[in-house]
């Protein structure tokens, strides 16, 4: 799932000790030996363990979804946006057992350690096939819309996207940033507002960056100089950003609506040529502009983090501040500077809210998407592709919840919009890989 | 490219480090580097990029007060160049605060540093890598989950040279920079490794790399042999000699008389903040002793031969594993008789803390057999084990040992506080508790200025004395004592000593672990050495230093001692537990003012 390039799994420490080992004139036979029966680990290793889990739930679902779903029907999966286009039948019980049987072969072969190379892909087709088993049912007899539920799944999933974007720029910089929900608000809030008095979109979504900057100032101020608990820091600036935005609109932006709260919304940006590829094109190159600024920056900031000076610094002031700061790196400058960095994204996160979807601004109508951001941060591990990754699993689960109440499943929907969440419980539990925040994650440094 | 390019880079640029060099920080230097640069190319190991202009530094004056408590007084040091200088001196006694100060890292209040005769004013450590000073510090300042290459080019990266205000990384010239000085001072490491991978003895190389690669001129270590195995220190002695010839100037901040004899040319004696004087490497241990605690030191420990009595700690076939899920105990068989000490030594994180943890009921068991004169001691809560006639003084002190806020008198009766006669049914009896505690401190020689001053401000010598204390005064069968004397004075170190003697006289069982070789070959009746989580072998405190050092290197066999050494690389600690770096001198007031590692 990440292309992190420091692997924390028991894997890689194995064989980087392994390695190190190697550049040594050929040790004594004694000290190998020793080395051999100590190196030996738990048997619940990442692999063992993931490998477990899927194989008893692709059985499970084999079994359970391939016996609920009706023989005699297909689920139809139309991979084009007309009525009428290519559709892809599946017999719904067989493909439920198909996948299930599917998703446990990947299990065994995680448990074996074949795929261990592969380990994020060999989890992702585990996941797919799963879910895929688990259509197989619900689907049965009715025709499920790919585009649609693709282009939804986007929308829902843009703000989570930026918004983890927002906490990967402050916690690899070691600030916990709990206000990505205040910083949501407060651009979804102002970019109507500003959006609407200056008649341009333009200027309403810098306003919502400067507005997300403002909330992160906050933030930096009183977490970085004042050393004030991060936690308890971010969630009242939550409720400050809640106040200040409904304060606003209960006064001024509800009462005239068309003066202060009719900004619009950006257009949805068409780029030719590649619009017109067949089902790829409609999802993600006729899409909102937000979506290619998300997708833009999550390349960004994973190759920075990852592969720059920058990312060096920023890591190392997130893992080791006071190793920085013994070579020179200010920390505190560092951390100030990503924290506003993460101002600005989540200020035009909030942007989306507003001027990317619906136009006028609602009180609190951010819903609570800046925690599930911060839940997809952590289920990503703390990197920008990873929480892409998360935040499109999020917004999946989300849109499923809504297409499964309209074509009127059985599954309470409720139990639908907890599943992501579990599954975000798990991973953090440690289930399936080793899940750690930057070592210096929430901890101000004071310069000596 | 060659490393010539590479360094004609590093000194144009990056631009933040030019700054520092300009004014007042070092104007000799970048001109008189020039020179050097004119030979570079022709190779041979007399021809090093390395060789740079040779750095005199000289202290004058320097005072440091942290609050009312003069960490520095008046402090004169000149360490020549190609010189190693010594910094000996107890814990607090200021040495790390000094060369905090010289790093830039403090400021001082008053006095000036002068490097090659040049007054310096800069204020930080980037400013003091700009001025050839280099340090390796007792807590590792390098970053766990990255890999050596980056560590060592941290602050001063290497950029790709296509679209170098982007700052892409051109991890392979970081590389070959980290080769490169492998290769020139013999210090061999994986540059791609991670480094929470590495054993200490490794990170410290990294730690050494990353300020050569600076171009230090003056080394600062650290207590570095603090972590060491004694192979390792050797080894470290043997680099510390090649860049002394190599024309570096070292200074040496330890508090191990053995090693600052062996390497220094020149001592200085720092005591509460001043210096004592500087001698030469000829003064006797005990002067140097002398001038370290300020009066005449008794280094051995004075004990009659044990009369070892019936087993009272009994451990069979033990295992149990480390918060990561590795075996770290691994088959351990132990026996500890009453009116003996067992000393177990090893290096840190080769399972010493797992097994007394174990002991202790802190850690579950995997398998085996623990039991206290034929009870079972598995499953049983710590307070139940306390109550069966265990005492414990555990490692980490400030964390474990006491409650920081409490009172001297309050952390007294930690273990009996429900007890008669300090509780009546709910209550407690202030009466007793101050009555008991006052008796305890004046038996225990705790200098505190009442029984009601919160421990946390006391020293720690005098903190672990408290501990001592509260665990001595219950009936004891067995007195479990994990690094009882790290981070403690001298004076504290030989009452502390003296009170183990003395519990051992009275027919108690004693397991002592300790991570100073010294400590354990001068308290223990048997010395068991541990390894990667199993017991190597036990001796006699009187078997020849390097057979039981070869062990802690985890050598078996009786070939002869010498050759072995020479062929057993550090990798012999490679696997061990790198969280194992944790030292010493966690006492309040205690040096640098504020250590804060996580």
């Known amino acids: ?448 | 490219m060659g490393w010539s390019e590479g360094r004609r880079i590093l000194r144009t640029g990056p631009p933040r480090l030019r700054r520092c060099q300009s004014a007042h920080c070092n104007p000799s230097r970048s001109g008189a580097r020039a020179l050097w640069y004119g030979g570079v190319g022709g190779g041979g190991p007399l021809a090093r990029a390395y060789k740079e202009n040779p750095l005199k530094l000289e202290l004058r004056g320097i005072t440091k007060r942290f609050g009312d408590v003069v960490a520095n007084d008046h402090i004169d040091l000149t360490v020549e160049p190609g010189e190693i200088h010594a910094l000996l001196g107890e814990n607090g006694a200021g040495k790390t605060t000094l060369m905090n100060v010289l790093y830039g890292l403090l400021q001082p209040d008053e006095g000036e540093i002068l490097i090659n005769g040049v007054p310096r004013t800069c204020n930080s450590p980037r400013e003091a890598i700009a001025a050839g000073i280099g340090m390796v510090h007792q807590h590792f300042m390098l970053v766990p989950v990255f890999t050596v290459a980056e560590n060592v080019m941290l602050g001063d990266e290497r950029i790709r040279s296509r679209l170098p205000f982007l700052g892409f990384l051109d991890r392979r010239r970081a590389r070959q920079d980290v080769l490169k000085v492998s290769a020139d001072y013999g210090l061999e490491v994986d540059p791609d490794a991670i480094v929470e991978d590495l054993p200490v003895g490794l990170q410290q190389r990294v730690e050494i790399i990353k300020a050569l690669r600076r171009q230090a001129d003056l080394l600062i270590l650290d207590e570095p042999t603090a972590v060491l195995t004694p192979q390792e220190t050797d080894e470290l002695l043997a680099v510390m000699r090649s860049l002394k010839a190599d024309g570096k100037s070292i200074v040496f901040i330890s508090h191990k008389l053995r090693e600052v004899r062996a390497i220094a040319d020149r001592i200085t004696v720092i005591r509460h903040g001043r210096v004592i004087g500087t001698t030469g490497p000829e003064t006797s241990e005990d002067e140097l002793a002398a001038m370290m605690v300020g009066r005449a030191v008794r280094l051995r420990v004075e004990k009659k031969p044990a009369t070892p009595g019936d087993v009272v700690l009994d451990i069979r076939d033990l295992r149990v594993v480390d918060d990561r899920g590795h075996r770290v105990v691994d088959g351990v068989n132990l026996q500890v008789r009453a009116g003996e000490v067992l000393g177990i030594a090893g290096v840190q994180g080769n399972g010493q803390t797992e097994l007394v943890e174990a002991v202790m009921g802190l850690r579950p068991v995997v398998s085996g057999v623990i039991s206290l004169e034929g009870q079972n001691l598995i499953g049983r809560t710590t307070k139940q084990i306390l109550r069966a006639g265990v005492g414990y003084v555990p490692e980490d002190r400030s964390h474990d040992g006491v409650v920081r806020d409490f009172s001297v008198a309050e952390n007294l009766v930690l273990d009996l506080y429900d007890r008669k006669p300090f509780a009546s049914g709910l209550a407690l009896r202030p009466q007793e508790i101050a009555t008991s505690a006052r008796k305890r401190i004046a038996e225990f020689d705790v200098r505190t200025s009442s029984p009601d001053t919160p421990v946390g401000t006391l020293s720690g010598g005098n903190q672990q004395k408290v501990i001592v204390a509260r665990e001595m005064s219950r009936p004891l069968k067995l007195f479990v004592a994990s690094q009882p004397t790290r981070g403690v004075d001298v004076g504290s170190t030989e009452f502390i000593h003296a009170r183990i003697v003395a519990e051992r006289d009275q027919g108690t069982a004693v397991l002592l672990v300790s991570s100073e070789l010294d400590e354990v070959l001068a308290l223990a009746d048997r010395v068991a050495v541990m390894y990667r989580g199993k017991v190597l072998d036990i001796v006699t405190p009187d078997a020849p230093r390097e057979h039981i050092g070869l062990l802690m290197a985890g050598v078996t066999g009786a070939a002869g001692p010498d050759g072995e050494a020479a062929t057993t690389p550090t990798t012999a600690t490679e696997h061990t537990d790198a969280a194992a770096r944790e030292t010493d001198s966690d006492e309040p007031g205690d040096e640098s003012g504020g250590e804060d590692t996580p």
């Open chain 1, 1 to 448: 799932m990440t292309t992190e390039n420091h692997g924390t799994s028991p894997v890689g420490r194995t064989e980087g000790a392994h390695t190190a080992l190697q550049t040594r004139p050929s040790p004594q036979p004694a000290i190998e030996e020793v080395a051999e029966s100590t190196t030996a680990r738990g048997f619940w290793t990442r692999s063992h363990r993931a490998g477990t889990l899927f194989a008893v739930l692709g059985i499970a679902a084999a079994v359970g979804f391939g016996a609920l779903a009706p023989s005699d029907q297909d689920a139809r999966f139309r991979l084009s946006e007309s009525a009428d286009g290519f559709t892809i039948p599946i017999p719904a019980a067989a493909g439920a057992i198909a996948f299930g049987v599917l998703c446990a072969v990947a299990g065994v072969l995680l448990f074996t350690g074949v795929t261990r190379r592969f380990f994020g892909w060999s989890v992702g087709v585990a996941l797919t096939s799963l879910l895929l088993s688990f259509l197989c049912w619900q689907v049965a007899g009715e025709t499920m819309a790919v585009v649609t539920v693709a282009q939804t799944t986007l929308l829902l999933s843009l703000p989570l996207i930026l918004g983890s974007l927002s906490g990967v720029l402050c916690e690899r910089a070691g600030v916990i940033n709990i206000a990505i929900e205040g910083q949501f608000l407060a651009g979804a809030c102002a970019g109507a507002l500003v959006g609407t008095l200056a008649s341009n979109l333009w200027v309403g979504l810098a306003a919502s960056a400067l507005a997300g900057l403002f909330i992160a100032w906050l933030l930096a101020i009183f977490a970085i100089r004042y050393l004030v608990d991060q936690v308890v820091l971010g969630v009242v600036l939550n409720v400050f950003a809640l106040g200040l935005t409904g304060f606003l609109f209960s006064r001024l932006m509800q009462p005239e609506q068309q003066t202060y709260n009719n900004p619009g919304t950006f257009k949805e940006v068409s780029i030719p040529l590649l619009s017109d590829i067949p089902f790829l094109g409609p999802v993600l190159f006729e899409a909102s502009m937000f979506l290619y600024i998300a997708l833009a920056l999550v390349v960004i900031i994973q190759i920075g983090l990852f592969h720059t000076r920058w990312g060096l610094r920023v890591r190392a002031v997130g893992e080791h501040p006071t190793a920085a700061d013994t070579v020179g790196i200010r920390v505190n400058r560092v951390r100030y500077l990503n924290v506003l960095y993460g101002g600005l994204v989540a200020g035009i996160g909030g942007a989306f809210f507003t001027l990317g979807r619906v136009g006028p601004f609602q009180e609190n109508m951010t819903d609570g998407k800046g925690f599930i951001a911060l839940a997809a941060l952590i289920f990503g591990r703390w990197s920008p592709t990873g929480a892409l990754a998360a935040a499109l699993l999020f917004g999946f689960a989300e849109q499923l919840q809504i297409y499964l109440s309209a074509i009127g499943s059985e599954i309470p929907s409720e139990i639908l919009a907890m599943a992501p969440y579990l599954a975000t419980l798990l991973a953090v539990a440690g289930l399936i890989g080793k899940v750690r925040a930057p070592a210096a994650d929430g901890q101000p440094y004071v310069n000596r």
